[in-house]
Nanobody
């Protein structure tokens, strides 16, 4: 069992940067693959990025490649999402999620979810 708490969201202008954090409880954080997802109003939740337990494999959805960076600090039980060059279309509630096993991009393939943090990008 792992509990996840996101932070770092906010209202920013287009072109700005934000860093989201996701703090996890539990002593087995380092064994989980961690993912970031987002859900815009009226849309389905979508995959953003994921990182395996040791950071050796990372995957991004095409729309954020080159702008977003996922990382993790297993000593701090925390996963991060650095978001640069933000666009209005990045506006969404951002969720972190955890799963045992390898890297996956499907919403239904993650076992644990945080409550989400709102990111709003104004034009």
């Amino acid at each position: 069992q792992v509990q996840l708490v996101e932070s770092g969201g906010g209202l920013v202008q287009a072109g700005s940067s934000l860093r989201l954090s996701c703090a996890a409880s539990g002593r087995t954080f380092s064994s989980y693959t961690m993912g970031w997802f987002r859900q815009a109003p009226g849309k389905e939740r979508e995959f953003v990025a994921a990182i395996v337990w040791n950071g050796g494999i990372i995957y991004y959805t095409d729309s954020v490649k080159g702008r977003f960076t996922i990382s993790r600090d297993n000593a701090k039980n925390t996963v991060y999402l650095r978001m640069n060059s933000l666009k209005p279309e990045d506006t969404a509630v951002y969720y972190c999620a955890a799963r045992t096993g390898g890297l996956r991009a499907g919403v239904n393939e993650y076992d644990y979810w945080g409550q989400g943090t709102q990111v709003t990008v104004s034009s």
